[in-house]
């Protein structure tokens, strides 16, 4: 099994890609933020230390954590914003790597897909086969979050210059999907991209 690392900045259209993949039952695809989410909910490993960080204010009367509370919590402490990032990561990480192994031993996959906005800079690299970068030019990134998101021009700037940059997207992964064009070109590229693993 092949494990495969999917990274780019916002707007990039990695989903596009990840949903093409998902249709193929050899590949298993994992978002990370997705995972995050999971362990954050009633009876995940993040649960109760959240609670802990963030305290009762921020729960929904059926006792999940509001994320929107949540958000505004973090967003407004640096401090506890690091402390749920500190909780978080790694244990994403951790479940990542057990998911990994179980996937291995059972033998149903070919490969497997991790996205993570933060794949670069928390280590998956190491933890991955390969990196590959979907990438789309800056001003298609910026026409796609206005349109499917309504981002102003101000959130995105701010959004880019916390990501990674062209540079370091290329220096750490082995592949680039072109992603400024059509989808069918993109899809084309990375069947190719298939076909060499």
Request: glycine share 6%; aromatic share 8%; with cysteine.
């Amino acid at each position: 099994m092949r494990v495969i690392g999917i990274t780019g900045g916002v707007g990039a259209g990695k989903s596009t890609i990840l949903s093409f993949l998902e249709k193929d039952p050899s590949m298993k695809v994992v978002r990370t933020d997705e995972t995050a989410h999971k362990l954050c909910e009633i009876g995940g490993s993040c649960y109760e230390p959240l609670i802990e960080i963030l305290s009762r204010d921020v729960l929904a009367s059926d006792g999940a954590i509001d994320r929107k509370k949540m958000a505004a919590r973090i967003f407004s402490d640096k401090d506890i914003l690091s402390k749920v990032n500190d909780l978080i990561h790694p244990a994403v990480k951790e479940y990542v790597l057990n998911d990994i192994e179980k996937e291995k031993n059972t033998g149903v996959y070919n490969w497997y897909f991790l996205e993570a906005a933060l794949l670069i800079e928390e280590g998956y690299d190491k933890i991955c086969d390969e990196l590959w970068y979907v990438y789309a030019d800056q001003n298609v990134r910026r026409e796609r979050l206005k349109a499917s998101r309504g981002y102003s021009d101000e959130k995105i700037d701010s959004i880019m210059a916390s990501q990674s940059s062209d540079e370091v997207f290329r220096k750490y992964c082995a592949h680039t999907i072109d992603n400024s064009g059509s989808e069918e070109q993109s899809i084309r590229e990375l069947r190719e991209l298939l076909e060499l693993g």
